[in-house]
């Protein structure tokens, strides 16, 4: 059974600091990997999604990769702005096939401080 | 439309009684999802729709859970005898195809059960 993992639950950091978000999941066999955003009372919105043939993904200060070996995802985002606050989710279907099932990590929560 | 639209956005009903939640996917996307967030729990998949084929509703946690598509567009999520435990953010969402394009999510319908 997938299971994905996200670690830290929380984090605080100051504004202008470089962090990485981490995401695991158990069964490697995945069709693919996305990283989604939610900021307090909203729906997600999706940040990047990394099919498994590729390592990595950007998008401006965001950056995703990917090592299906390892069961690993992170995503690094440079430059923090008070504006990036929100909780930060992963998912990746279930089974290895092409599905829009997703099995969502229960997130990290961003907090930048100005 | 130019983005996945929830109706209602806040729903308050009394226990035992029948709630219908309205999704309109975004126009040309193909498949379409529901997914249930309670407080404290993580993001749970209910059911998903694409295109003819038979939908996945191996997600729905009780026969008190339905959802339909009607021509391939608009979905009504629709929950029989509500219990307290149904109160949740209920998020739909829609992609061109299956998994492997870009989800987009809705705002959700935030439903509480009294």
């Known amino acids: 059974k997938q299971e994905v993992t996200q670690i830290p639950a929380a984090l605080s950091v100051p504004e202008g600091e470089n962090l990485v978000l981490n995401c695991s999941f158990t069964?490697?066999?995945?069709?693919?990997l996305q990283w989604f955003r939610q900021d307090p009372g909203k729906g997600l919105t999706s940040l990047l999604l990394?099919?498994?043939?590729?390592r990595e993904q950007t998008s401006g200060r965001l950056n995703a990769s990917l090592d299906k070996s390892s069961g690993r995802s992170t995503l690094y985002i440079a430059a923090s702005q008070p504006g990036d606050s929100a909780t930060y989710l992963c998912?990746?279907?279930?089974?290895?096939?092409?599905?829009?099932?997703?099995?969502f990590g229960q997130g990290t929560t961003l907090q930048v401080k100005p | 439309g130019a983005g996945v639209s929830q109706s209602p956005s806040n729903k308050v009903t009394e226990k035992g009684k029948d709630v219908e939640l309205r999704c309109d996917p975004i126009?040309?996307?193909?498949?379409l999802y529901w997914y249930r967030q309670s407080l404290g729990q993580g993001l749970e998949f209910l059911i998903y729709?694409?295109?003819?084929?038979?939908?996945?509703k191996s997600g729905l946690p009780s026969d008190r859970f339905s959802a339909e598509r009607t021509g391939g567009s608009v979905s009504t999520l629709t929950i029989q005898r509500t219990q307290q435990e149904d109160s949740a953010v209920y998020l739909c969402?829609?992609?061109?195809?299956?998994?492997?394009?870009?989800?987009?999510f809705g705002e959700g319908s935030w439903l509480t059960v009294v």
């Open positions: 969402a829609s992609s061109r195809t299956g998994g492997e394009n870009t989800i987009y």
């Open positions: 069964d490697s066999a995945i069709y693919n």
């Open positions: 990394i099919q498994s043939s590729q």
């Open positions: 998912a990746v279907p279930h089974g290895s096939g092409n599905t829009g099932k997703l099995i």
């Open positions: 126009s040309g996307h193909t498949a």
């Open positions: 729709f694409q295109g003819n084929s038979a939908p996945d």
